[in-house]
């Protein structure tokens, strides 16, 4: 393996990871049995599977884009695969694998893979739904002891008959399969955890084996010729037309399945905590690759390649770190096919018929349907599944493409545009929808329901508006604001399109006019009467008139919020609602007003478990004095909901250090006195020279506050490590905990490394936390 491997982190050393070949056996284990069980379900010979397993593990394991992920043969392609085989034989499906090798070889030099990802989503699950439907109905005859038929409608329609003939034998064992596969990793306690290391595929077809050898049961069992007479590639014998047509097929098939199963695999790495980094799939590399291992795999007679998904998450979960894990699985199935065929021969059809079955089930996506319901596109995924099941896959996506784009017209024509007049007396006209010139008389009615001289709201939730459209909008506009009326146009948010004009004549009451929170802003109102009597100009928002618009900041938010945010949030709340709140992490941070924890962490609902309170302190256990609301949400938090990581965040000047540093000892005990009290530690480790204190990569704190600031976040997390649930919860490896400091200045998040020892220029050692900037904003 050459050492410029550019997943190995360590270039000198082209040894193979432990983690790489454990990775390899689990995925291997996984592998052998799904390739017998789709080389039987698309009627191949069953050495097939396994020369397609071996050339997507050695060749697109060593030339694709993707380290991670684990090519083979796949579902996605069994019913094309059967249908090529039923038409032109196997000599002429291996030509036609090796010709779509080349045309993924052809597409990826021209580098469209990126293209690829631009099909509907519906449609791929639509595709992957009827492929999967069909598989199910076709295996279930083998399952019931018979044989499938050429076409969903012919299995469906001797359904019956097949009934009425059960093989007692075969369906035992189908039974056995299904249920081992089903129970295997839902056993509990320490015995669970331990069967779970052997993959649920490969158990259940080997208790099936074992259980059927030991009863001497007799019935159909996978027979692997001599590989002597394993037959290879041809030349292509049939139309011209049918045979360009399959290559493409299998060709954009197997491209579209290969590169959404790679950026699959994207996600799950970015996941992982840890290990070491690994690059991101590079899409036209990987089509390469996949062509390369197409090639291979049709002239050594295989099954066409794709990428896997349910392998590829099995490879990252098993700790896969390097290509080394893809090709060394292809490398023992390489062995397994030599070396295990005595022991291959003794898996009942039956079993394989069982597994391949509850894959094509599981291929219907519960979470496939609800996402493509979510967003409106159940028609177009409807339509392909049907396509799929009775007219065949490349037809099927055909006609889902029609259907795509048909929708697609139609929302862009489609517009919704209402009317009405809240409490205030404003007029609201909202458009829902793209705004063309079909629209434009709808438009021009609802615009004249307002009355002369009324404040309006033009609410405009689209991102298209032709020519004529505008032009009807602001002439509307124009003579409103001549006639006396008020006009503000807005996006769905509440962002501000277009300045109001000002109707307030002498002697008018002005009113600010800022959209509450519109996005990443805040609002400098400037209140003309207060600058005339010689005011500062700088008075916030909030100080506002209570009786002017202004002064119902609050409830104009609120009702932004339930008539923007509101619809597109409730589906998300309300699984939260039914499920529960399951945060990931505590986040324990300063009350101050300047910190939105949702902005600064990319967070939605039901991510954070947030405890606020004013300097982000956490009181040693036993020091409450009465107030145990910090040390209730620790213990909620770690042992209730289980969170994996609290972060402790501190933030650029916080007003309470700034007191904390000007406290004078005695005087009044206040609230605020008695509670800064816990803050006392961190002042005493910032004067200390033997304990860690902080600073910031490249630079010192800009003064004593900001070096408080850091220090207090190193000392608070000290006083978390003393509460008992957290360091049960650490003692055990489920819990990690996280200093952070967010600069509000510099909109700059950094994360606090553990402490280090360095040496001062006179040679005293000190321990250092360093605060290290997360993805540095460009100057």
Aim: overall charge neutral; glycine content about 10%.
């Amino acid at each position: 393996m050459p050492a410029c491997d550019p997943t190995r982190t360590d270039n000198s050393s082209p040894r193979i990871r432990a983690s790489d070949l454990s990775a390899s056996i689990a995925v291997f284990l996984i592998a052998l049995p799904l390739s017998l069980g789709i080389a039987l379900a698309t009627g191949a010979p069953l050495q097939a599977g396994l020369v397609a397993a071996a050339a997507g593990g050695l060749v697109a394991g060593r030339l694709g884009g993707a380290p991670l992920q684990v090519s083979g043969p796949a579902a996605g392609l069994t019913v094309v695969t059967a249908d090529l085989i039923q038409t032109y034989g196997w000599r002429t499906t291996c030509a036609i694998t090796v010709l779509a090798g080349l045309a993924q070889l052809g597409l990826g030099f021209l580098r469209v893979a990126r293209s690829a990802l631009a099909v509907s989503p519906a449609i791929v699950h639509g595709m992957l739904a009827g492929i999967g439907i069909t598989i199910a109905v076709a295996q279930l005859h083998i399952v019931l002891g018979g044989s499938p038929h050429s076409s969903v409608i012919d299995n469906m329609r001797e359904l019956p008959a097949q009934l009425a003939d059960l093989h007692g034998a075969a369906l035992s064992m189908s039974a056995l399969t299904l249920a081992v596969l089903l129970l295997w990793p839902r056993v509990p306690g320490r015995a669970g955890r331990v069967v779970r290391t052997i993959p649920a595929a490969l158990a259940a077809v080997a208790v099936a084996t074992a259980v059927a050898s030991l009863a001497g049961l007799r019935l159909p069992r996978v027979d692997l010729p001599s590989w002597s007479s394993h037959t290879l590639v041809g030349l292509p014998e049939g139309p011209v037309l049918g045979i360009v047509a399959a290559v493409l097929t299998v060709a954009l098939v197997g491209s579209v399945e290969s590169l959404l199963s790679a950026v699959a695999v994207d996600k799950l790495v970015a996941a992982r905590k840890r290990g070491p980094r690994i690059p991101r799939a590079d899409l036209d590399r990987e089509l390469r690759g996949q062509g390369a291992a197409n090639i291979a795999s049709g002239v050594l007679g295989g099954l066409p390649v794709t990428g896997v998904a349910v392998r590829s998450a099995a490879n990252v979960q098993a700790g896969g770190v390097s290509r080394d894990s893809t090709m060394l699985h292809g490398l023992w199935i390489g062995v397994a096919a030599l070396l295990l065929v005595p022991v291959l021969d003794l898996i009942p059809l039956a079993a394989l018929a069982a597994l391949v079955m509850a894959v094509g089930v599981q291929m219907v996506s519960i979470n496939h349907i609800r996402t493509v319901t979510r967003h409106r596109e159940i028609p177009v995924y409807a339509v392909t599944t049907a396509g799929v099941v009775f007219l065949g896959v490349l037809e099927g996506v055909l006609i889902g493409v029609c259907v795509a784009v048909a929708v697609a017209l139609h929302r862009l024509t489609r517009t919704r545009i209402t009317h009405e007049r809240d409490p205030e007396g404003v007029h609201h006209v909202r458009v829902r929808g793209q705004l063309t010139f079909l629209a434009v008389p709808r438009l021009s009615r609802t615009l004249h329901l307002v009355p002369q001289g009324a404040d309006a709201v033009v609410e405009l939730d689209g991102s298209f508006m032709d020519h004529a459209a505008y032009e009807s909008l602001h002439d509307w506009e124009s003579a409103h604001l001549a006639q006396g009326g008020r006009v503000e146009l807005t996006g769905r948010t509440g962002a501000r399109l277009a300045e109001p004009h000002d109707k307030h004549g002498p002697g008018q009451a002005a009113h600010c006019n800022c959209r509450p929170w519109t996005p990443w802003r805040n609002h400098h109102c400037e209140r003309p009467e207060d600058a005339s009597a010689g005011g500062s100009g700088d008075e916030p928002t909030g100080s506002a008139d209570p009786q002017s618009p202004s002064g119902h900041q609050l409830a104009r938010g609120i009702s932004t919020f339930q008539r923007n945010t509101a619809p597109l949030v409730r589906g998300e709340l309300a699984r939260l609602a039914r499920e529960g709140q399951r945060p990931s992490q505590l986040f324990l941070t300063c009350a101050d007003s300047r910190l939105v924890t949702s902005m600064i962490t990319s967070s939605g609902p039901g991510d954070l478990f947030v405890v606020r309170n004013v300097g982000n302190l956490v009181p040693p256990p036993g020091e409450e004095s009465g107030d145990d609301s910090v040390a209730a949400a620790i213990e909620y938090a770690v042992d209730v909901l289980k969170v994996r990581s609290i972060t402790v965040c501190g933030h650029s000047g916080c007003g309470a250090m700034q007191a904390l540093m000007n406290t004078e000892p005695g005087g009044a005990r206040t609230p605020l006195k008695r509670w800064l009290r816990h803050g006392l530690p961190s002042l005493e480790r910032m004067a200390a020279k033997d304990r860690p204190w902080a600073r910031i990569t490249g630079r010192a704190p800009a003064d004593a506050v900001e070096q408080l600031c850091l220090t207090n976040v190193v000392q608070q997390l000290e006083h978390l490590r003393a509460h008992e649930a957290v360091a049960r919860a650490l003692e055990e490896g489920a819990l990690e905990l996280h200093g952070m400091y967010f600069h509000v200045g510099e909109a700059q998040a950094y994360l606090l490394t553990e402490p280090t020892r360095h040496e001062e220029p006179d040679g005293e050692l000190f321990d250092r936390v360093t605060a290290t900037a997360l993805y540095d904003t460009p100057a």
